[in-house]
Structure formats: C-alpha cells, structure tokens
C-alpha cells in the first residue's frame, strides 16, 4: 500500500469513529491534495466537505481531526486554516518503498484488478500487398503497450493481429498481377512489386473503366472459393505477411492470433441472418444495410448490390467472434482517429441487435504520424518505409556505440535495442491523439525525453551498481544516507509508480509510463549529480546503492510496459 493510501486509511478511519458515513478510505484518497510548496507538508486534506456532516466550520474540524491523525508513516499533522496538512515520515517511507520494490523486483506494481479476464486487443493489422504505414506502426507499438499494461493489472490480453487480407482490393491486385504480374519480381520484393501492380492498376483504370468491373468479378470469385482466385490470395498474402514479420522481429512483437478479415469469410452469413430474424436489414439501391437514423449517423452497410460483404460486415463477425471465444473483460481495438465513426456504427449495430457486451468494447483512436508537418501517404512511392527507417535508427545507434564504447559486448543487440526503441518511444511519451512529427534526428538524441535517454539512464545506475559491487540482501538504511530533496523526489516517484500503471490502464494511455520514466530518469540524473554515492561510508554507500537499485528495477520494468528493453551496458 502507497503511503498516500496510508494516510487515506487513518483520515477515514479517524471519520468513521466520529461518526460521519460516506467517507470510505477510497473517496478521502480521491480528496487528498498535494500543497503547492513543499514547505507546506507532503500531502493536504481539505475539510470544507464535511463541514455540512459535522456541523461545523472547516477550520475546527481540520484542527480536531489533525490531532487524532498521526503514526507511521507520519511525522506531524497540522492544521492550517481549513486543511490538514500531514508532513511525512521521509525515513520511514523511504523503507518502505525501496523495501517494497527490491523484494518485489519487477513485480512491483502488479495488481490483479483484472482477476485473470480476457481482453483481445486489436493491434497492427496491416493490409496484406501494401506497405506497413506509419498508421500501422502506431497501432503496434501503442496496442502492445497497452497489452503489457492490461497484463500488468491482472488480465489475460490477447493480441489479434486483424490483417486486411480480404475485401475488392485483392480483386483489383488478381486482375493486375494476371495482366502484368512477374512471379519473380513478387517473390523477390512483394511489398514493393504489389504496391506498383496496384498503382498500375489505378492508373490505367482511368482510361479502362472495364478493368473496375474485371476487379468486381475477380472478388466475386474469390468470396465463391474460385481455385486461381484463392491461390493466388495465399500467395499474396504468405509473401506479405513473411516481409511483415521481420518488422515484428525487429520490434519484438509477438501476435496470439493473426486472423484477418478473412477469417471470419464463413462466419458472415450468419451475422446478416441474425440482423435479418431481429428486422433490422432494410434495402438501400440493392444494398443491405441497418439504418442508424437515430443516432444521426450514416447506415452501417452489411452487403452490397453484388452480394459483397464490407469490413463493416467482416468487423460484425468479428465482435462476436471474439465474444464468443474470449468471454472479454473488454475488447480493446487499437485503430486510427479517422475510423472513429465506423466504431461508433459498429457498437450502436450491436447494441441494436440486443447485445449489451457492445458496452465492453473500446475503440481506442489514435492520431496521424506528420512529416514536416504533413501527412504520410502510402501511395505514389511517397511511402516512408518502416522497415528503413527501423534499420536507419539502428544504424545511426550502431556508429554512436563505435565511437563511445567500441568495446561493448553484444553491440548490435543493444543496437538494435537502442535504435527500435527509440522509435517506439517517440510514439508512446505523446498522448496517442496527438499528432506527431517524424524525426529520426530528434528520435535518438541521448539527452532530450527519449528513449535511448531513458535507457542511458538505466545503464548508467547500472554501472553505478556493478562499481558499487551492490549486494542484493543489503543492510537496513543507515540513518540519514537519503536526507536529501534529490533523494526525496526519487523517493515519492518511485511509490507513485503502481497508480501511474493503473492510471495507463484506465485510460489505455501508456503516454502515462513514458512520461513517469522520463521523470523518474531526470530525477535520478539530479540526485546521482548532486549526492555522492561511491566516494561514502560504506553504510552509507549502501543505503544509495539500494535507492538507485530501486531505480532501476522500476526504470526497467516501466520500459518492459512500453515495449523497450533495458540492456544494462551501452
Ligand atoms: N486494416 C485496417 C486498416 O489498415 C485496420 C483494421 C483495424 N481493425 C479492425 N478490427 N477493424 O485500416
């Protein structure tokens, strides 16, 4: 238990034996304030609510209830005007807390909130024969975070990789490949070979509209198990999923199941018949769609005049799909600000059709990834490809650790740690609906709020632990050895790690861990510059040590949550 709660438990404890109801320790938690100057005390508790339960003004109350608030982890409770104001114990925290975080190691933190529930998160999800975008790494990078943070609470996240393997472009790309397609040319480079079929196809379709309706049939084909159609979909599909995967590699990002829109082919024709038995299928042009009129929004469309079904349709299975299979505490998609409407159709389609588990379901939107300023695009070969800029990142790292620390073991692990890493962190240190600017340059900077700063930081204290020849069972903390306001601040970021965690998973915003690691790392930077730590008393050297292993146990386990390893030398 934090010391804030704490505090929480004695202020409604000291209530309840006055006799005043509603006040459990969870709403004084909630109530508790911290002063704006330190001077004031480390935690304040404003009494100007109660003042109608005790029928009396705020300051008497405050200066009564100050008086029977006391003992650890307290040191003084005073009354000023009509707050509380609780000075803490700094040693007995201190204890505490590193006592806490080195006997749990990097299970500190862990809740089990969740109590084992499932939640599918669906995260990346490319779209098979065209390139990986810079949309989709957001989607990896934030889903996977928020996976480690669901995991961290207790719950049991599955990952679901839904790729966009199906739908009328891969009509269009048969037409194209049969025109024009070299088999070689796929194999050797699929990614970049289907993008220019597509392209072609695209471009010619403008003067050909007959090669539009070729694209029809050929889809039609394969939604009816047309043999050359099916085969030549897997092809397609193996080639561009294998190109994906090293980036997954790269990243180290693992899927529980990579079922695309695909998957749920079989499982479509029941969706219409169950939105069919409910009425809600009304005919619009020769389409079915389901009206959502009421809530001001466009139809959701089910089939098209062909007989097609729509990503609408494919989301549709999928929901219950994953209902069925997962029974989910919730279901969390992991997708771009601009598919915002079509999440919001899909929850009100569900909920028309009596299923209140729709309420469980969270789209979680995200915003654009800029370069100077603009938007990328996929197409036309104005593509910034992932893989690149992956390598790019892990080169520019690769030449700083040649010239730095050319002797270091594993350098290109740590490289390719460093280098991802700082990609992914630049994504998650933003609030995911926040645009953000491409800058490799800014990415890797060792000294700004990124990633290879936080993972500097961690090595750093490391070494501190290794010169210190650190030793796990230590002595208890010799009087005094973390007296200091760099000390302190250390201190109370490291106690208010697990409400941060809890606050990410709430809000399925990891943003919240990658600022928490960069102030953690500021704040040990500042106590390891201005408090000596080896040149002491061996007690007091100690006491130091043990802090700053407490610092990197939690500066590793918060970059574990974002994605990033914490190589221990680099
Ligand atoms: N493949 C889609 C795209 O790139 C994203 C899929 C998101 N997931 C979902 N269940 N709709 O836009």
Request: hydrophobic share 40%.
């Amino acid at each position: 238990m934090s010391y804030k709660h704490q505090v929480a438990e004695k202020i409604a404890d000291a209530l309840a034996q006055q006799g005043v109801e509603n006040y459990p320790k969870e709403t004084v938690y909630g109530m508790l304030e911290t002063p704006p100057n330190p001077a004031m005390g480390d935690i304040a508790f404003p009494c100007f609510q109660l003042a109608k339960a005790l029928r009396k003004a705020p300051p008497m109350i405050a200066a009564e209830l100050a008086e029977k608030i006391s003992g650890d982890p307290l040191r003084e409770s005073t009354a000023v005007g009509p707050y509380i104001n609780f000075f803490l114990d700094q040693a007995a925290v201190a204890k505490q807390v590193i006592g806490t975080i080195l006997a749990q190691g990097s299970a500190y933190g862990d809740s089990h909130i969740g109590q084992g529930r499932k939640v599918p998160i669906d995260l990346s999800s490319p779209n098979i024969a065209k390139p990986f975008s810079m949309g989709h790494l957001r989607s990896t990078v934030i889903g996977n975070a928020i996976a480690n943070i669901m995991e961290k609470q207790g719950y049991q996240p599955v990952r679901i990789n839904h790729l966009g393997d199906w739908g009328t472009q891969f009509g269009k790309l048969i037409v194209a490949y049969r025109l024009w397609g070299d088999e070689a040319k796929v194999k050797a480079e699929p990614i970049k070979e289907l993008l220019t079929l597509y392209v072609r196809f695209h471009d010619e379709a403008k003067d050909n509209p007959s090669l539009e309706d070729q694209g029809r049939e050929w889809f039609k084909k394969l939604e009816d198990g047309d043999e050359e159609a099916l085969h030549l979909w897997k092809w397609f599909r193996d080639e561009s999923l294998k190109e994906f995967m090293k980036i997954y590699d790269l990243m180290n990002v693992s899927f529980d199941s990579t079922n695309g829109e695909a998957f749920y082919n079989d499982k479509m024709d029941r969706v219409v018949t169950l939105l069919e038995e409910k009425g809600l299928l009304t005919e619009s042009d020769g389409a079915l769609v389901v009206s959502l009129d009421e809530y001001d929004m466009p139809p959701s469309l089910i089939k098209k005049s062909d007989g097609a079904t729509l990503y609408a349709t494919r989301d549709l299975a999928a929901a219950l799909y994953r209902h069925e299979s997962y029974d989910f505490a919730k279901a969390v998609y992991v997708v771009g600000n601009e598919q915002r409407l079509h999440f919001q159709q899909l929850y009100k389609v569900l909920e028309k059709m009596g299923y209140a588990w729709a309420r469980d379901m969270h789209h979680v939107p995200f915003g654009m990834m800029l370069k100077d300023g603009k938007k990328m695009s996929t197409r036309k070969g104005k593509v910034v490809l992932l893989e690149e800029v992956l390598s790019q990142a892990i080169a520019d790292v690769q030449k700083v650790i040649e010239e730095k620390n050319p002797s270091l073991a594993n350098k290109e692990e740590v490289a390719r740690q460093v280098g991802v890493g700082a990609v992914i962190f630049h994504d998650l240190k933003n609030y995911r609906l926040n645009d953000i600017n491409f800058s490799l340059e800014e990415m890797l900077t060792f000294e700004g709020e990124t990633g290879p700063y936080v993972q500097y930081t961690h090595a750093r204290a490391c070494s501190l632990l290794r010169r210190g020849n650190f030793q796990p069972a230590s002595a208890p903390l010799a009087e005094g050895a973390l007296d200091s306001k760099e000390a302190w601040a250390v201190i109370t970021l490291l106690n208010g790690f697990p409400e941060v965690i809890e606050r990410a998973a709430d809000n399925f915003d990891p943003s919240q861990i990658g600022k928490y690691v960069i102030d953690l790392a500021q704040s040990f930077n500042k106590f390891y510059a201005n408090v000596r730590i080896l040149a002491e008393e061996e007690d007091i050297k100690a006491s130091r040590l043990q802090l700053v292993a407490a610092v990197v146990a939690v500066l590793k386990e918060g970059l574990r949550l974002l994605g990033l390893a914490a190589p221990e030398e680099m």
